[in-house]
């Protein structure tokens, strides 16, 4: 019969594959089905507009990472979220440096959705940092469970001179005066570069920085966690040079201005492992990293994001860069490398101190013994493109955990930025960054998680990093950034932004973790298969393809080139049909 598809979606190609007869009547049917999941827009670096403490506007800065969500009297449908910006730009309005931006929210019952409340001091305010001498970039930092917030000054590696930061945008490279360290008075002036690379204590509700925790010591801030004694913060360090885990134990329960920070060293077995305490003086924490060299600290490759699911058990992110990266320098200054670090050493027959660490892993820290294990290597399975049921992890990042119907789940977020990308899987070359879901209930030492038992939440647009998550305290609502998109996205992810995703209950249900599909070794790699993706309105292909899409009544709605994934968002419920240019054809019912 003649087919309403008989016109060419492909006429340059010279193709002609749709005349009477050669188009299937009864194609491969592919459900999708109308994802649980909602998300609403809250907030958008470079399109909302930002008031200061004198009430001037500006644009919001981009780059949002960490978030905070404080409950206002322990609400989880009412409080203020707080987002970092990471990227260092000089503002007359907002700051130099990076920054942070408040906004209170609430759950509107009638709408289902997430609104941002008008403020008398303006509907996004921004955090005033000029009586901690500004910040840097903001990159992650610390949600305590009685809604205090600090906030981690990174990037501090090129911080290494006034010349630096004045180029970067500084605009006030004047000494610092520093008046109180660890609970006593001082009179010290310190070079302003120094200033930068802290944890900050940010007081939410009246957008205004405490004081910078100088007694945290001085590094590459990322991540934090802190336990249950309110006294105890283990502190991650990303630096590519040779990462230190620290951990500061303040001398009163929820007052940090006074107490010790120690460093990390793993036996030599890495089935145990030590805290050495650092010399509590203003020298010693501004140079913190190599103080701990020279204590013979263990090092890892990049420490990202820190979430502990109890007191004995942390974990922590170890990024891959997707390229070969060098701790020799600090093994020079007295460092130690991590046991696992050793064993990829030998394994890779690269004993120099030098790794093609790639992927990265989750890392788990048992606070009783010591031991640092690799709970969770990245990579995955390269064979195939990208699928549902490829799950690929690269460079975990942002971590949190929640409990949802009596299980404990963490949440990766992945960074694999555009500059390390390695070559394959095909996925990356739309530069994908996803977040996946890891049921860890009933967690112990030695349990070793692999890839296949990930299952993924979401996943960003095309340029993205996918940072901060953050949960209410009942876990119905995750909070998260999607950082730096691709400008060519279609808004709003054109832009850094931030959202409030609700309905993901069932696919974190237990149920979902038994009930999968095909397996990728299920899969026929010399089939074109199509999936649809289980939190978002994609189609995911088995293989790259040229492929058009039409409606029932035969119009051509999409042309695409050379792609392996198809944003059907803007679709209505409906059956539509997909052609590639060598004939595959598969009716696409969306629901």
Not at 9 to 17: A, S, T, Y
Not at 325 to 334: D, E, I, L, N, W
Not at 349 to 372: A, C, P
Not at 452 to 475: M, N
Request: charged residues 20%; hydrophobic residues 35%.
């Amino acid at each position: 019969m003649h087919s309403v598809f008989a016109q060419n979606p492909f006429p340059e190609l010279l193709i002609d594959l749709y005349d009477a007869g050669q188009y299937p009547s009864d194609p491969d049917e592919v459900i999708v089905p109308a994802s649980p999941i909602k998300y609403d827009v809250l907030f958008q670096g470079g399109v909302d507009e930002v008031t200061n403490k004198s009430g001037q506007t500006a644009l919001a800065k981009e780059w949002q990472d960490f978030t905070g969500y404080v409950p206002i009297n322990g609400r989880s449908d009412s409080g203020y979220v707080i987002v970092n910006h990471e990227r260092i730009q000089s503002d007359a309005v907002n700051g130099d440096g990076g920054g942070m931006t408040v906004f209170t929210v609430y759950y509107n019952q009638n709408t289902k959705s997430w609104e941002v409340v008008d403020h008398p001091d303006g509907k996004f305010r921004n955090v005033d940092f000029s009586n901690v001498g500004g910040t840097g970039a903001n990159c992650g930092g610390i949600q305590t469970s009685w809604g205090k917030v600090f906030t981690a000054e990174e990037w501090g590696g090129s911080f290494t001179s006034n010349a630096v930061i004045d180029a970067q945008g500084v605009s006030d490279t004047s000494d610092w005066a520093v008046s109180s360290f660890n609970g006593a008075s001082v009179s010290m002036n310190i070079p302003k570069y120094m200033n930068y690379q802290y944890m900050v204590e940010v007081d939410v509700k009246n957008a205004q920085a405490i004081r910078k925790n100088y007694n945290m010591g001085r590094y590459d801030h990322e991540g934090g966690w802190i336990a249950s004694d309110r006294k105890t913060v283990y502190l991650s360090d990303d630096y590519s040079g040779g990462s230190v885990m620290f951990k500061f134990v303040a001398d009163v329960a929820e007052d940090f201005s006074k107490g010790t920070l120690y460093c990390y060293k793993q036996s030599e077995d890495g089935e145990t492992g030590t805290w050495l305490p650092l010399t509590m003086n203003m020298n010693t924490m501004m140079n913190a990293r190599e103080e701990a060299y020279k204590l013979g600290a263990t090092v890892f490759m990049r420490l990202e994001w820190v979430e502990g699911i109890d007191d004995e058990t942390v974990f922590i992110t170890e990024t891959g860069r997707g390229r070969s990266q060098s701790v020799a320098g600090a093994m020079r200054q007295g460092a130690t490398l991590a046991h696992h670090l050793v064993e990829l050493d030998a394994k890779d027959g690269n004993i120099d101190s030098t790794f093609n660490d790639i992927w990265g892993r989750v890392l788990r820290l048992n606070t009783v013994s010591g031991k640092m294990e690799s709970a969770l290597e990245g990579g995955g399975s390269l064979s195939k493109d990208y699928t549902p049921t490829n799950n690929h992890l690269s460079s975990p990042d942002g971590l949190v955990s929640t409990v949802i119907n009596g299980r404990t789940f963490l949440v990766i977020n992945e960074d694999m930025n555009p500059g390390g990308m390695p070559s394959t899987p095909a996925h990356f070359s739309n530069v994908l960054n996803e977040i996946y879901i890891l049921d860890v209930t009933g967690d112990k030492p030695g349990v070793t998680y692999n890839v296949s038992q990930l299952r993924r939440f979401l996943v960003g647009p095309k340029g993205c990093e996918t940072t901060g998550g953050r949960f209410t305290p009942d876990g119905s609502t995750y909070f998260v950034n999607i950082q730096h998109p691709a400008s060519d996205n279609k808004a709003p992810f054109n832009h850094s932004v931030t959202l409030a995703v609700t309905g993901y209950q069932t696919i974190f249900d237990q149920s979902h973790f038994s009930s999968q599909t095909a397996s990728i070794d299920d899969l026929d790699v010399n089939e074109f298969n199509v999936y649809p993706n289980p939190a978002a309105r994609e189609l995911h292909f088995s293989k790259t393809v040229d492929v058009a899409l039409y409606n029932s009544q035969g119009q051509k709605l999409k042309v695409q080139r050379e792609v392996n994934t198809m944003d059907i968002s803007d679709l209505a419920a409906g059956t539509y049909y997909l052609i590639t240019a060598d004939g595959i054809n598969k009716k696409i019912i969306v629901e």
